[in-house]
């Protein structure tokens, strides 16, 4: 496993990093959730991501259970606050009340003393941006929080928050988590240079479009017993990714793939590290051979010609 800093921080992450989202607390089940989690980290992967929305708290709870065996300080532990936890007008958003309850809470869940990526996942509207980073701050004055991130913000709002920071000598942000794959490249025209110039990293999800990037589905129509696409939970995301145009895409992918020994997987999560920006690309695994699979495309360097020929298959019509 190789391992990049995050953003300009000292901080190092491994390329690939484990994500829990509608896997633990979901449609696998806690002993197989903890078996993948275990895999990871034998294999060299310090850096394991969740958030308190995910299974309403549950996945939390399933992570820190997975990683309270090792040492707090060999693992890197991301988590978010945003998202609904209860149905009172408080139990939602970045307001400086709801961050603070919310970080105690996770921190109760995983079982730790503090959180090393702490996350605003997604923009919120309702409350001033400046209460929303002064609260960030606080918590990593307190000692609960050493990094703070975003998550699914746009150039615009990185701008405004790092201005803020800024003017007010605040802790800086470290870390963005956004949505790239070969499907999704949004981030490389306006979010990538902005954090390139401020020392922000990307931790991207989803680099494998989940699944369909690992070559997973041969059609729309039929889905692998198991997969994603079969759970109520997760059927909707795979969908979005799940299309005739996309898979055809996907199987020119193979023989590149073939040429250079590489699984289809591999090969996607090469591409997504092929720049010096994305400090770690997250991957779920619902068994530990997915793993094993992933990791083995750290420190893989994809020559010029190959990254040409797969963005002219994955270029826009």
């Not at 070969?182 to 490389?188: K, T």
């Not at 889905?223 to 994603?228: E, L, M």
Request: aromatic share 8%; net charge neutral.
């Amino acid at each position: 496993m190789k391992y990049r800093r995050l953003g300009n921080t000292g901080l190092k992450v491994s390329e690939i990093s484990l994500g829990s989202w509608l896997t633990y607390g979901g449609y696998v089940d806690k002993e197989q959730a903890i078996s993948v989690i275990d895999k990871a980290y034998e294999l060299g992967i310090n850096f394991f991501d969740t958030a308190n929305i995910y299974m309403n708290g549950e996945a939390e709870r399933i992570v820190g259970e997975a990683l309270r065996k090792y040492p707090r300080e060999s693992y890197v532990l991301a988590t978010k606050v945003r998202g609904a936890m209860g149905k009172g007008p408080n139990d939602q958003g970045l307001s400086r009340k709801h961050i603070m309850e919310q970080c105690e809470a996770s921190l109760k869940r995983l079982g730790v003393d503090y959180i090393d990526v702490y996350y605003c996942h997604f923009f919120d509207p309702d409350t001033p941006l400046e209460e929303t980073l002064r609260a960030m701050d606080d918590l990593v004055r307190q000692g609960k929080v050493l990094y703070v991130g975003v998550s699914n913000w746009t150039a615009a709002q990185i701008a405004e928050a790092l201005s803020i920071v800024d003017r007010h000598s605040l802790h800086r942000i470290a870390a963005n988590q956004p949505l790239y794959n070969l499907f999704a490249r949004d981030i490389e025209k306006e979010i990538i240079p902005l954090c390139e110039r401020h020392g922000i990293g990307q931790v991207v999800y989803s680099p494998l479009a989940q699944g369909v990037l690992a070559g997973k589905y041969k059609s729309v129509n039929d889905a692998p017993s198991g997969s994603r696409a079969t759970d109520k939970h997760g059927a909707e995301t795979v969908k979005s990714w799940l299309k005739e145009e996309n898979l055809a895409k996907v199987e020119r992918l193979r023989p590149i793939a073939e040429e250079l020994g590489l699984s289809l997987a591999q090969l996607a999560l090469a591409w997504t590290l092929r720049l010096p920006n994305v400090s770690s690309a997250i991957i779920g695994a619902s068994v530990p051979g997915q793993v094993e699979d992933n990791v083995k495309a750290s420190g893989v360097t994809l020559p010029q010609e190959v990254i040409d020929r797969i963005d002219k298959i994955f270029q826009t019509p």
